[in-house]
């Protein structure tokens, strides 16, 4: 019988759908109750067994891949990013206007396996308590594959793009670092009228010519992106703007001179609460982390933008002269909340205003 087993033990029974194979990884937990294909298809996730705790997944299927400006109009990347699902209930019948397979066949296609009809809320107290561990998904026998820790792995430099490309636009030119970016950020930066250059991981941008600068979210422990690191630092010697997201705001406070640190259990749905310090306002925001920035070791130059109202973790930074800034969330979210679509905008607005 298909069985979860966590690194501790602990076992969950269940059924399986997708792909019949043993695979292994970091399970962690999302909160989202809709939103399948484009959590799936984010490449934060690459290296995750991830369990769901909405409990009806798969009734609305998987829409086809449609293109828009070159990118994958429904889905975050052209993969499935997951190493395995976890959910309570699998729906076998799909009805939507917009579905065109099935979400088991769509896993199958990826050869990404599934199990259903375990007790997704006991898992979930369970990581809640003991925090995110290694897992293995098994079809018949628990020996057929070892625990795997994927933060052992630089996963950045396997979901990257590998060369240059541009999505022309307008004038202004942003030069966005593909660390694992999400396609709704180079949607919202081509819609505020950006022409993107999206360029790998580990190039070296500090020479180039451009107007802003993004640095996308990504997988895994910040610390494997070294080379990121050395060309912010040199970035931030300059003046031209510069927006982090996700992983791109751990990197950022890190050229920056500050630590992170691994959460217990993460960020990830689409209903974490953040603070904009210094004001009374309050925005419903889209996550997918595990690591956070300690607030205590930013430099004199920086300081905390935003943090999380539920355990108080740091949730994006600004230096306090120069046009830099991150967050720990998603402003793009897609699906989820647009409360903060609006951080785009003001990037741009600091692009346009440096050109002056």
């Known amino acids: 019988m298909p069985q979860l087993i966590l690194g501790d033990g602990t076992r969950f029974e269940g059924r399986s759908f997708g792909a019949k194979r043993a695979v292994a990884g970091e399970v962690v ?20 067994i991830l369990v769901l705790t909405y409990p009806l997944i798969g009734n609305y299927g998987v829409p086809g891949r449609v293109i828009r400006e070159e990118l994958s109009k429904y889905f975050e990347s052209d993969d499935v990013h ?21 979400l088991s066949d769509w896993l199958s296609e990826h ?21 995110t561990m290694p897992g ?23 979901v990257s793009i590998k060369q240059m490309k541009v999505y022309p636009g307008g004038d202004l030119k942003v030069l966005l670092v593909d660390c694992g970016v999400k396609n709704n950020i180079i949607r919202c930066l081509l819609d505020l009228g950006a022409t993107v250059i999206r ?35 040199k970035a931030i010697s300059q003046e031209r ?22 959460l217990k259990y993460g960020h990830r749905g689409y209903n974490q609460p953040v603070l904009r310090l210094g004001t009374n ?43 830099f800034f991150s967050t720990q969330f998603h402003p793009e979210a897609s699906g989820g909340p647009t409360d903060t679509r609006f951080l785009f905008n003001d990037f741009i607005n600091m692009v346009n205003h440096s050109k002056i």
């Open 82 to 102: 997951i190493t395995g699902l976890a959910v309570a209930g699998y729906s076998n019948e799909y009805s939507h206007w917009n579905a065109l397979e099935s």
């Open 136 to 158: 293995k998904l098994v079809q018949e026998d628990p020996a057929e594959i070892d625990f795997y820790d994927p933060a052992k792995d630089n996963l950045v430099e396997q």
């Open 281 to 323: 306002r309050a925005f419903i925001t889209s996550q997918n982390h595990g690591y956070a920035v300690d607030d205590t070791t930013l430099g004199h130059d920086w300081e905390p933008m935003f943090i999380n109202l539920n355990d108080q973790t740091n949730e994006g930074i600004h230096h306090k002269t120069k046009p």
């Open 199 to 233: 360029v790998p991981w580990n190039y070296d941008f500090t020479a180039d010519d451009y107007d802003g600068l993004v640095i996308s979210n990504g997988p895994g422990d910040p610390q494997r992106c070294i080379e990121t690191i050395g060309h912010l630092k």
């Open 241 to 262: 703007p510069i927006f982090g997201i996700c992983l791109g705001n751990q990197l950022l406070a890190m050229a920056g001179g500050a630590k992170t640190y691994k």
């Open 29 to 48: 937990f999302n909160t989202a109750m809709t939103g399948y294909p484009e959590s799936l298809t984010d490449p934060s996730y690459k290296g995750q």
């Open 111 to 131: 050869d990404v396996p599934g199990i259903c009809g375990i007790d997704t809320r006991a898992l979930t107290k369970h990581l809640r308590e003991q925090g």
